[in-house]
């Protein structure tokens, strides 16, 4: 049972516009949310995260958004680039269990200029 | 400066044949990780280590075995790789703040 899932396998949009990604859980006990950036052929790499007990983190282009009640996670890119294009995955980690987190499939961008 | 480095990068081996995967950090993270990742798929935790503790996720196989001489270093040590091992492997380590460092990944090719 997928508890991270990511819907959108891939998404495209125009340079200058903004890239809404999303994510959905079903754990109400995930206490952190992440997300990473993978091109291909390498690992991911951290790019910006959110803890339960706030709603919005920005930093520069990127913008997370929290909202518990729906168990909905989202990533807002504006202005899109041509070198955001990559897969995006969310993760999301459990109470209390390590820093272990369980992510989703991942969404392809693709940023067309 | 890459702060985990993940060796091989690029891995073929022939069905059975034993391979082991290295994972070093320069962070002083008390906490390592290895993931399985296949295409398109969620990158899949097998193990991790807090310091020198073992923690084995339920369905992980036991072909899949790990090593943790020191803080700096983490193996994967896969003892009989079939088909279905081919992915990339990732190794991860976890900061105070929550967010894991990965490498760059080690791509397994079982021919």
């Known amino acids: 049972d997928q508890q991270v899932k990511q819907n959108s396998p891939s998404l495209s949009v125009q340079e200058g516009r903004i890239s809404i990604l999303n994510c959905d859980y079903t754990?109400?006990?995930?206490?952190?949310f992440l997300w990473y950036k993978k091109y291909p052929a390498e690992g991911p790499t951290f790019l910006i995260s959110?803890?339960?007990?706030?709603d919005k983190n920005e930093d520069g282009r990127f913008t997370v958004f929290l909202n518990k009640s729906a168990k909905h996670l989202s990533l807002h890119i504006v202005p899109s680039q041509p070198g955001d294009s990559a897969v995006y995955f969310c993760?999301?980690?459990?109470?209390?269990?390590?820093?272990?987190?369980?992510f989703g499939q991942g969404t392809e961008l693709s940023v067309k200029p | 400066d890459a702060m985990v480095i993940q060796n091989p990068r690029y891995q073929v081996t022939q069905f059975g044949k034993p391979v082991t995967l290295s994972c070093s950090q320069t962070?002083?993270?008390?906490?390592m990780y290895w993931y399985q990742q296949k295409s398109s798929q969620a990158p899949k935790l097998l193990f991790h280590?807090?310091?020198?503790?073992?923690?084995n996720e339920a369905d992980t196989p036991d072909n899949f075995q790990s090593r943790r001489p020191n803080t700096s270093f983490c193996f994967l040590d896969i003892r009989s790789p079939g088909l279905g091992d081919a992915a990339m492997y990732l190794c991860?380590?976890?900061?105070?703040?929550?967010?894991?460092?990965f490498g760059e990944g080690s791509r397994l090719t079982v021919l």
């Open positions: 993760a999301v980690r459990i109470y209390n269990q390590g820093g272990k987190l369980i």
């Open positions: 754990n109400s006990m995930f206490d952190y």
């Open positions: 959110i803890s339960s007990i706030k």
């Open positions: 962070l002083n993270h008390n906490v």
């Open positions: 280590y807090y310091d020198k503790d073992f923690n």
């Open positions: 991860a380590t976890h900061a105070a703040t929550g967010e894991l460092f």
